[in-house]
Each structure stands twice: as structure tokens, then as C-alpha cells.
């Protein structure tokens, strides 16, 4: 996932960028409001994170014509005004969330991962990562590359959505379980390695270019190796 950071504060844009990029984001920034729409312009970004008070062009101005040009990405706005019309007003402006400094750094990732989420939803519902698509309804996983489908246990496909939905990330072993079998559950970590090995064989078995990879001491990311 690739994050546009525009924030005139120096320190302030630092500390963002830091903050997403130990999160393994890939993240630039812009320190003015005509040099984060020429970024925009280039089409690269899952994510915007836009300050309203930029020099050149504020971040409302900045969104109305990130929309008016017809560019979707998601914007996530960021303001030190906490009054409910300056809040109606950035999403008026075409911000899809709004939060007021200071924040906490949680809630930052929180509202960043969800706008991810709604980037990997397709016209039809499903989830696509990489040459994959997960039919959640249906638990039916199709590679688009060799247009082989299999059906997914619950499990199986439990693990598949988060990790679609948290794609670019790394999740600890101690995540997935709490997802995927809850927190009262007295599931151990080593249920965890058990169903990612069941992953893996369904990914194989589709003959797909993505993959679990086991990022050590740490827990899983979700990869797409598109490199023929």
C-alpha cells in the first residue's frame, strides 16, 4: 500500500511518514497543497492523508479538485478544528474520514487500515489481492492467471479475508488468533501455523503467484510476486 503523507508542519510530516513506514507502508510526502494534487495526479496512491492548513492550496481545495478531476482514493483528512460544521465541511469536500488533532497514533493506523479495506472490494463484492479473488459469501477462491477456483474451509477463508483486508502489512500470531478464533478462545499459536499451511496448499493448488510468507519472529504477510 502506497500513502501520500501532505502536511506543511516539518515535524508533524516526519512524524507520520515514521509512524507509516514502520507499519510497511510506502509512503512520500508533500508539503504544500499544489505539490500533493501533482502527486495525486500520478494515480499511485491507496491513500491520502490531507491536512486542511497548507500553504498554495488548502486541503479542502485540494480535495474538491481531486474529486473534480475524478480521482477515488481515498482521502483521510486531518485538522485541528474539531467543530461538527468544519468536520461536515471536509467531507463535503470529498474527504471519505476526518480526524482532529492531536490523535492517537492507534487511531491514525485504525482509520488508514479501513480505507485500505475499501480498496480491495470489487464491483462484485468479492476481495482481490494480487491475481486472486475471495467470494466470501460463497468461501470460493479464484486465481484470475490460471482461472482455477477452489473452495475455501472457514478458516481458510477467515484468514484469506484479513489478510486481503491487511494486505502490505505484517500480522502477529497473536492477531490472527484473536481474529480468527476470538478472544475468549483457548486456541494456541500453534492453530495458527496449522491453518496457514492448509492456506498455503489452496494457494498452491490454484497455482497462484501469491503467497504466505513467514516473516520471522514476527508472524505473516500476504505477498504478490508478479516478477515472470
Known amino acids: ?3 501520500l503523507v501532505a502536511e506543511d508542519e516539518k515535524r508533524m510530516s516526519r512524524a507520520l511518514c515514521e509512524i507509516l513506514r514502520l507499519e510497511k507502508y510506502e509512503v512520500d510526502a ?3 497543497g499544489e505539490e500533493a494534487l501533482d502527486a495525486i495526479g500520478s494515480g ?3 491513500v491520502i492523508v490531507l ?3 497548507m500553504p498554495r492550496m488548502n486541503g479542502l481545495e ?3 479538485e481531486v ?3 475524478g480521482i477515488r482514493t481515498p482521502i483521510l483528512m486531518l485538522t485541528a478544528r474539531s467543530e461538527l460544521d468544519d468536520k461536515v465541511t471536509g467531507l463535503d469536500s470529498g474527504a471519505d474520514d476526518y480526524l482532529t488533532k492531536p490523535f492517537m497514533t492507534k487511531e491514525l493506523l485504525a482509520r488508514i487500515r479501513a480505507l485500505c479495506r475499501r480498496q480491495v472490494n470489487t464491483p462484485d463484492g468479492s476481495l482481490k489481492f494480487g491475481d486472486i479473488s475471495l467470494d466470501v459469501q460463497g468461501a470460493n477462491l479464484t486465481c484470475s492467471r490460471t482461472g482455477q477456483s477452489v ?3 472457514e478458516k481458510e477463508m477467515r484468514i484469506l479475508e484479513y489478510m486481503i483486508a491487511n494486505q502490505g502489512q505484517v500480522l502477529t500470531r497473536e492477531q490472527l488468533a484473536v481474529k480468527i478464533w476470538g478472544f475468549e478462545s483457548e486456541a494456541e499459536y500453534n492453530n495458527v501455523e496449522v491453518y496457514m499451511t492448509f492456506t498455503r496448499k489452496k494457494l498452491n493448488f490454484l497455482g497462484s503467484k501469491c503467497a504466505i510468507k513467514a516473516v520471522r519472529g514476527v508472524g505473516y504477510e500476504l505477498r504478490y510476486d508478479d516478477v515472470p
Open 1 to 3: 500500500m502506497k500513502i
Open 30 to 32: 508533500a508539503s504544500d
Open 44 to 46: 499511485v496512491y491507496d
Open 51 to 53: 491536512d486542511v492548513m
Open 62 to 64: 485540494v480535495a474538491r
Open 67 to 69: 474529486r473534480r478531476r
Open 151 to 153: 473452495r475455501l474451509g
